[in-house]
């Protein structure tokens, strides 16, 4: 299967995707105790999954397609953790678990097919 274009639709969502799973990654280690938009962002992560793993596996992604497999049940307990809990030590918690979905690979800045943040 051919690599999507770098500028294509597929490519800006899927960096959209990662971009966003970062802040939220970002805002817990920072402020483990404001959740609302974490929360929110969570959800909107959740609801992308099922669009992703389908348009990953149709264009070969596999790697991306991997992330996506390993976050679908970590977004969903996230969510619950964080509804459920204002403790901030869970909030830390939730966010070395959406870190670690996201392999090394993607996250070095010098791969050129993933966003320069992830």
Known sequence: MTCPAFDS??????GYFLDLL???????????DHRPRV???IRELASMVPRYLGASQVLGDTRFFHICCALQPILYSALV?????????????????????????????????YPAEW
């Open 9 to 14: 639709i597929y490519n800006r969502e899927r």
């Open 22 to 32: 970062q802040r939220q990654v970002l805002e817990l280690q920072a402020c483990p």
């Open 39 to 41: 929360i929110e962002a």
């Open 81 to 113: 953790t964080l509804c459920e809990d204002n403790d901030p030590i869970k909030g830390l918690m939730v966010a070395g678990l959406l870190e670690s979905a996201v392999p090394w690979e993607v996250r070095d800045p010098s791969k050129r097919n």
